[in-house]
């Protein structure tokens, strides 16, 4: 044996490790379908059993905290769909499948499909809460869309007469499985739709396995539910049964019966209600009255101590006066007026206006040549003085001593010069003479 041979050699858990390793890192998750076999459950909890099928089997293991999360019992010969990693049990040197999960076969394909489709309308927001509508609180017509034969709707009709016969229910019959169901429930819904008359749909099937509330998972039908104008409720199947119907609708019963109570209120409740309300406006009103009562005594008190019959015949009295001597203040200025008139009229006989007039009228005729002798007189008189005055002005004006043959001699401004000191070489001045004015320019000033 060479050296490189001895550097080769593995110890068996070795060689497992090395198996195991490369088994869980080719085969983290694998999904394996085939029939139970070998089932043991030890008192641990864990279960372990072999899937085969004609030609081969795997032994497998499903430990205790997720075997309890089963939803059926498995037993030998039952087809089931495992999911898990592939290892190696080194203790043995067998490979074997370490589960996380275990399920019924044909449910399983179902069951992927129902998840794909969920994850797809989530995705589109068809099942967000701020979508959902709340229920009427008193609806008066409501359509029942089942089977009409199932015990669903002979529960949802015995809990509704119980709860509220008011209601009027529509029962629109459909199928509730098989291939033709979603088809026909989707017409159903939209006839209703149409219709306009109801004021909340209830969609409800009695329990089963997952292939028999299918139909409840169309996609056709939930996009239906999700258009629709009205709030629905969807009750399929029992408690722990869930549907994509379940999730689009406004509310998700347990069961249909439970979706009848949610949906009426309660005849025994709304009695008690009522008796209670009663109850509470018979204490209002028996407590106004006795306020009422109570403001009418003490109204009645303030109105026997204000006496209002004494205080309106002393108001009647007082206005009795005051008419009296208002009255009596009229007549004493109506005759001040009288003796006023009188008196005026007296006087204005006394004067004989017309008389008055006549005199005045002759004293104007003798006094009106007097203006016009008194105004002769005055220009004469100015007349007199006026000549006076010329004369004398005569006497002193230059220009007398001008027309003798003498001149006038002024500058451009008309300022007299009377000395040679007032003009100066190259001066234009003027000579005023008798008959005109003479211009002239300063030559030469000697003093």
């Known amino acids: 044996m060479s050296r490189d041979d001895a550097r080769r050699i593995l110890s068996p858990s070795q060689l497992n490790t090395l198996a195991r390793d490369l088994l869980e890192g080719s085969f983290p998750s694998v999904l394996v379908e085939g029939e139970l076999g070998n089932l043991s459950r030890p008192g641990s909890g864990h279960l372990y059993f072999t899937l085969k099928d004609a030609r081969a089997q795997v032994r497998c293991a499903l430990f205790k905290p997720k075997s309890q999360w089963l939803n059926f019992v498995p037993r030998e010969g039952l087809r089931v769909l495992a999911r898990g990693r592939l290892t190696l049990y ?48 008193f609806p008066r017509r409501l359509a029942v869309v089942t089977s009409p034969s199932g015990a669903a709707v002979r529960d949802v009709l015995s809990v509704l007469s119980r709860r509220f016969p008011l209601l009027h229910v529509d029962v629109l019959p459909v199928p509730v499985q098989g291939e033709a169901a979603p088809a026909q429930i989707v017409s159903m819904l939209q006839r209703a739709y149409r219709s306009q008359r109801y004021d909340a749909i209830l969609l409800a099937r009695g329990g089963g396995s997952l292939e028999d509330l299918w139909a409840f998972n169309d996609e056709r039908l939930v996009r239906t539910i999700a258009q629709s104008p009205v709030p629905v409720i969807s009750a399929i199947g029992h408690e722990t049964d869930f549907s994509l119907s379940d999730f689009v609708a406004d509310l998700r ?107 005045l009228r002759q004293r104007l005729e003798a006094l009106r040549p007097r203006p016009h002798a008194s105004m002769q007189r005055r220009l004469r008189h100015d007349q007199v003085h006026l000549r006076g005055l010329a004369r004398s002005l005569e006497a002193v004006s230059p220009l007398a001593t001008v027309a003798r043959g003498y001149s006038i001699l002024q500058r451009d401004d008309g300022h007299v010069i009377r000395s040679v000191q007032d003009v100066q070489a190259g001066d234009r001045v003027r000579a005023r003479l008798g008959d005109g004015t003479l211009p002239l320019r300063v030559v030469d000033a000697d003093d």
């Open 90 to 137: 080194e203790a043995r040197g067998d490979y074997q499948l370490i589960l996380d999960s275990l399920e019924e076969a044909g449910e399983g394909a179902l069951r992927r499909a129902f998840e794909e489709l969920k994850a797809k309308l989530t995705a589109e927001g068809l099942f967000e809460t701020e979508r959902k509508r709340p229920l009427p609180a």
């Open 253 to 359: 019963a347990p069961t249909p019966s439970v979706a009848a109570e949610l949906l009426v209120p309660s005849r025994h409740d709304l009695a008690l209600r009522l008796q209670g309300l009663q109850r509470r406006a018979s204490r209002l009103m028996s407590h106004h009255l006795h306020r009422d009562a109570q403001r009418a005594d003490r109204a009645a008190l303030r109105l026997h101590a204000m006496r209002p019959r004494a205080r309106l015949d002393l108001l009647c009295r007082r206005q009795a006066e005051a008419q009296r001597r208002l009255d009596h203040a009229f007549r004493k200025h109506l005759e001040r007026l009288r003796n006023r008139m009188r008196h005026a009229d007296a006087v204005l006989r006394t004067m004989a206006p017309k008389r008055r007039i006549a005199l």
